[in-house]
């Protein structure tokens, strides 16, 4: 295994089941398709070795790395140069379970995805000013062999307030920025204000007699209902009283 070198196996399985034996031997399904100098490529499913998938990429270019691909399983080998478009990782064990190659043609561009490398110190943090990055990595048009490794932003000249844009960024010749040109990249943003309560001793004495009122309102309540209930008790005697009198002289 070698740097710019790979080779994979046509994969005839699929599914779940086969996707799970490949990767106890330390293999991951994965597809091929793009162009080649010889014309479109068909998506063509694939068995990949992570170990030589890793060995195969520059260490410094990464995902970047032109690969001399190399696919057996077939009626005879193909050969194709490509690059590492995607590829998926399981949510909690991290591990890489997917792969897709993209075949390219070494004299046609090809979009890559490029990462940013921000340097210095922001003028606006002498003010406290915070740096907030926007954007890591830009998608960039260009031959597989002028694809920059990194693109470095100088963030020293920005004060609070001021923006990177994509448009300001300075790509090497031969290159071409795909994501859109008015999107912020890099910000010196103003420091956060700690909103702090206060609560103090006057306003806790005035919020005492309203948290005590609404009990002696309650209080008053029962006093009132007793006030009355005196007050109709006997008058609710002295109906009754006259309503028995009579029939009791009748009953004479």
Known sequence: ???????????????????????AQGKVPGVCYGASPAGRI??????VDIKALRAALDPVRKQNTVIDLTIEGGPSPQKL???VKEYQTHPLRREITHVDLLAIDPNKEVHASVPLEFSGKPKGAIDGGQIRIVLRAIEVRAKPAEIPVKLVVDVSPLDIGDVVHVSSITLPAGVVAVTGRDLAVVTCAKPEEEVIEVVTTATAGEAAPAAGAAPAAGAAAPAAGAKDAKAAAPAAGAKDAKAAAPAAAKKK
């Open 81 to 83: 140069h490509a690059l």
């Open 1 to 23: 295994m070698e740097v710019g070198k790979l080779t994979v196996t046509l994969r005839n399985n699929s599914g779940t089941g086969a996707a799970i034996k490949l990767r």
């Open 42 to 47: 068909d998506p063509l499913p694939i068995i």
